[in-house]
């Protein structure tokens, strides 16, 4: 299948003055931040567990598809392979992880995907999904290496997966209202005004518990607004530990972007990061590094703002 792909240099600042940019923001929502510029960690090896060891090498940003090809009715042939959308940001052998729809035809239902591929040469797949499953629970589930497919969305970050200088985020004890990775992305939004610059990469809430969601399956009926939508999710509080696989971007240089976008699991279940819902006890670990561009790939033609947060 041909889709189109568009393509923009991001604005990539020094990261040592990203670290100072982000500290300052973090401060205003967190009792105690710590962030500074580091050697990646082996992010393959615990407590991590990726496909790749580091967020270094050619790092990028890639929106796919969108929220309007689930809403408000479903286009079910909006399918994706995550090897063929490497290769649409031109890095065919890369390290890719990020949050998007599962893949339905394999999973058979609609379903919340962490995408977790390394590609090309050294291929692997670390790719989960979370699904509502026949009882109503939020069940958990490890694709097969073969299974790299994905189905109307997917924000991903992608890179060479090397070791290199990374963002280190350290994060506890919530005193303010805005969420981890909304909170990183007003204090870039903020500072840069409308230079876009955009962050991949992983987060462990190493305490406390958050407020996710789970897509049950498709909708038989159009959702055309918030409440619907909201009635229509699955909502779950999961106890930490869980990491997450997390893309944002401090403003949209007119590609119609979803500007964050996270997905994590636990050992039994997973979803889409809302927010914590432990504030006085939630700490949260991140490395993140600065993406260079922001490909826009099967850029819905109809759009709607609705259902992105």
Not at 134 to 146: D, F, I, Q, R, T
Not at 255 to 265: A, N, Q, T
Not at 271 to 295: I, K, L
Request: negative net charge; glycine residues 10%.
């Amino acid at each position: 299948m041909s889709i189109s792909v568009e393509a923009k240099p991001l604005y990539v600042p020094p990261l040592e003055e990203v670290a100072s940019v982000l500290q300052n923001g973090l401060k205003k929502n967190f009792a105690e931040v710590h962030v500074s510029v580091v050697e990646c960690p082996d992010l393959s090896q615990e407590p991590f567990c990726l496909e790749g060891k580091g967020l270094c090498g050619s790092p990028r940003l890639s929106d796919v598809g969108g929220v309007p090809h689930l809403l408000p009715s479903p286009l079910k042939d909006k399918v994706y392979n995550i090897k063929e959308l490497a290769a649409s940001v031109d890095l065919p052998e890369a390290f890719v992880i990020g949050a998007g729809a599962g893949p339905h035809e394999y999973i058979g239902v609609n379903s919340e995907l962490m995408a977790n591929t390394l590609t090309g040469k050294t291929a692997s797949n670390g790719s989960r999904v979370a699904k509502i499953d026949s009882s109503g629970n939020n069940e958990l589930l490890k694709l097969p290496e073969s299974e790299t497919g994905c189905s109307l969305m997917l924000n991903m970050f992608a890179c060479e997966g090397r070791t290199g200088q990374v963002l280190r985020i350290l994060a506890k004890k919530r005193t303010g209202s805005l969420n981890f990775v909304t909170c990183l992305r007003q204090a870039l939004t903020d500072h840069y005004g409308d230079k876009a610059v955009g962050l991949g990469g992983t987060f462990r809430m190493v305490q406390g518990s958050a407020k996710c969601h789970v897509m049950p399956d498709f909708s038989s009926s159009p959702i055309s607004c918030e409440d619907e939508l909201n009635q229509w999710l699955r909502f779950f509080e999961l106890p930490s530990p869980m990491v997450f696989l997390s893309t944002l971007v401090s403003r949209d240089p007119g590609m119609d972007l979803r500007l964050e976008h996270s997905h994590g699991y636990g050992k039994e279940y997973g979803g889409h990061y809302h927010y914590d819902t432990t504030p006085e006890t939630v700490e949260y670990q991140g490395f993140y590094n600065v993406a260079e561009f922001m490909y826009r790939v099967d850029r819905p033609k109809v759009t709607h703002s609705f259902g992105r947060n």
